[in-house]
């Protein structure tokens, strides 16, 4: 049986109909709370994970492949083969801010992340002092309360950040699924994760 | 909880004693190596990585790393060393690395072998058979060997012009995570020739069975050392076909050489249990000439930690002791001449005060009956 960690929500959602594409459906999927779901032909078991512990279900091997935003392998670089980007989880990586920001003059700047590495790398690499404060949710709040002059988050639709007064001030990367395989799995569980790897690469590449 | 911990002191036991018996069978000696390195030896021979390295300051201020990385101790060791003619060694060591994640140990408990010789197919193989043989030992069957070589996939970067010597590490890392997407649009910035680029691709899904991946890499060979390099890795494989492992064996030339460390054979062996690599290994010899003065050296390293999470829980072998004697004030000078006269005979026996005399044979947690103990030990 092949093991697969997978965000819970929006990219399990997707997940799940690019496996239907070839034949692996989890009809238990959304009927209840179970985090562990096995496929109706008993070949997959799916493990709903928070996003940004997807890599660790890998990375030790208790899941022998993830489906991982791109985000959160930049962020925490785990030890795992990234073996193909998947047509799902679209969004991107954004520093925003009020309207107007001209954040390429500022010598430094505060902005509040999750992605406190990543952010710190970006204003590393445009020359500007920065100084990263770690918020783990509902970011927006930092340059409204004035904790922060930016923020550097996910963005989807842009509407969370439209309805709190704040833009897009500059895109740092694109944000893609990823799938990732676990360094022992691969070697040592090839012949069964073959034709699922294939697969789903292919519907994948169709869903485009 | 007590009692889990209480059998992975055993385990640990169990896997230093087993492997550094094995060790010696193979003719290697052990030697200690220093816990403390100045820092500025770790920055000089390259082997600090990105601020993993614990460091504290001594009394006169200097940075001192605590061991990060055995192998760089054992060849300061050993540059200390009057160098001889048959020179192996196996050191147990704890490594401490600060990886900055929450999930991954900071303190790994290792042992390891470098064998001080220069490089041949024979010592090579002998090395690798040493690494799976050991696991063997110690009951671990469910294993895979992956071989490449420092030289396939650097001699081909080498070629090409667009990519500049600091940046082939980047090459490096995207072609070890078999990230393929990440590596296009790197080599696709950088103008690198579609020939090269196709190559560079494939070889990050180049693994799996031996004949076969070997015929697809001759393919991808276009210089005279990649082919050097095919041909050591088969000169290795067919002498470990004489010592029967080579169903253990597979080709995996889609791992690199990180920090150049490596210079000729490398090779991992993963476990499924284990979720990864519980050995690596490879041959050095830059570094073996430059911090040892040493003409070659080739070695691994197994992670301990790993290997005690596949062992079965309960496993006979665990225990060392094999008798408990108990026995009161009356009758100590029984108990004294049995337990010598048992540990005269191999066995271990643990000595202790007790309600009554009483023989216990550990393992099957019984105690004996009298005609049993004049069955071990006579009258």
């Known amino acids: ?208 | 909880m007590l009692h889990r911990e209480d059998n992975t002191q055993k385990k640990y036991a169990f896997l230093k004693d087993t492997l550094s018996m094995f060790y010696k069978k193979y003719g290697y000696e052990q030697i200690t190596i220093p816990m403390f390195m100045p820092y500025e030896l770790y920055k000089k021979f390259n082997f600090s990585h990105q601020n993993e390295e614990l460091k504290l300051i001594d009394g006169n201020g200097n940075i001192l790393v605590i061991r990060a990385d055995a192998t760089f101790h054992v060849l300061k060791t050993v540059s200390t060393l009057k160098s001889k003619e048959n020179e192996k060694y196996f050191y147990e060591a704890k490594v401490f690395r600060n990886i900055n994640k929450d999930y991954t140990l900071d303190e790994i408990n290792q042992t390891g072998v470098e064998c001080f010789l220069k490089e041949s197919d024979i010592v090579d193989s002998d090395i690798i058979a040493l690494a799976l043989s050991s696991l063997f030992s110690l009951g671990i069957k469910d294993i895979r060997l992956d071989l490449s070589h420092a030289d396939f996939v650097y001699s081909l970067i080498e070629e090409i012009d667009e990519i500049k010597k600091d940046e082939v590490e980047i090459v490096h890392k995207f072609i070890e995570q078999k990230n393929r997407d990440d590596l296009i649009s790197y080599l696709d910035k950088k103008n690198v020739d579609k020939t090269y680029k196709d190559k560079l691709i494939d070889i990050c899904m180049l693994f799996g069975d031996f004949e076969e991946v070997m015929s697809k890499a001759r393919a991808i060979a276009i210089n005279d050392k990649m082919n050097d390099a095919l041909d050591k890795i088969e000169g290795v494989y067919n002498i470990l076909k004489l010592y029967d492992l080579d169903k253990y064996v597979y080709l995996d030339l889609g791992f690199t050489n990180a920090m150049n460390y490596y210079s000729g054979i490398m090779f991992k062996v993963y476990s499924i249990d284990a979720g990864g690599e519980i050995i690596n290994g490879g041959r050095y010899d830059r570094l073996a000439r430059k911090i040892a003065g040493r003409s070659g050296a080739c070695g691994f390293s197994q992670n301990l930690d790993l290997t005690a999470q596949i062992l079965e829980d309960n496993n006979d072998d665990f225990f060392s002791i094999d008798y408990l004697i108990y026995c009161t004030n009356e009758d100590i000078k029984k108990g004294i001449d049995m337990s010598t006269e048992l540990r005269d005979k191999g066995y271990n026996v643990s000595l202790i005060e007790g309600k009554n005399f009483k023989v216990v044979d550990r393992k099957n947690n019984k105690s004996l009956k009298r005609e049993e103990i004049v069955n071990l030990i006579g009258e």
């Open chain 1, 1 to 208: 049986m092949i093991k697969i960690a997978v965000a819970k929500g929006r990219v399990a959602k997707q997940a799940i109909k690019l496996f239907k594409e070839f034949g692996i459906t989890f009809s238990e999927f959304d009927l209840n709370r179970k985090l562990i779901l096995n496929s109706d032909d008993g070949s997959v078991q799916m493990v709903l994970v928070k996003p940004s512990d997807t890599p660790i279900y890998v990375e030790t091997g208790v899941c022998d492949c993830g489906i991982v935003g791109k985000d959160i392998l930049l962020e925490d670089n785990p030890d795992v083969y990234r073996l193909f980007p998947l047509n799902i989880g679209r969004c991107k990586m954004c520093v925003a801010g009020f309207e107007g920001t001209d954040i390429r003059n500022m010598k430094q700047i505060v902005a509040a992340s999750k992605f406190v590495n990543t952010a710190k790398e970006y204003f590393d690499g445009l020359g500007i002092k920065a100084k990263i404060i770690k918020i783990n949710g509902s970011v927006e709040l930092a340059p409204l309360l004035n904790m922060s002059d930016v923020i550097v988050d996910i963005v989807e639709s842009g509407v969370t950040l439209k309805e709190n007064g704040l833009s897009v001030l500059e895109e740092i990367f694109d944000i893609y699924s990823v799938f990732i395989v676990n360094k022992a799995s691969l070697k040592m569980k090839h012949s069964s994760l073959k034709p699922f790897i294939e697969n789903l690469q292919k519907a994948s590449d169709r869903m485009v």
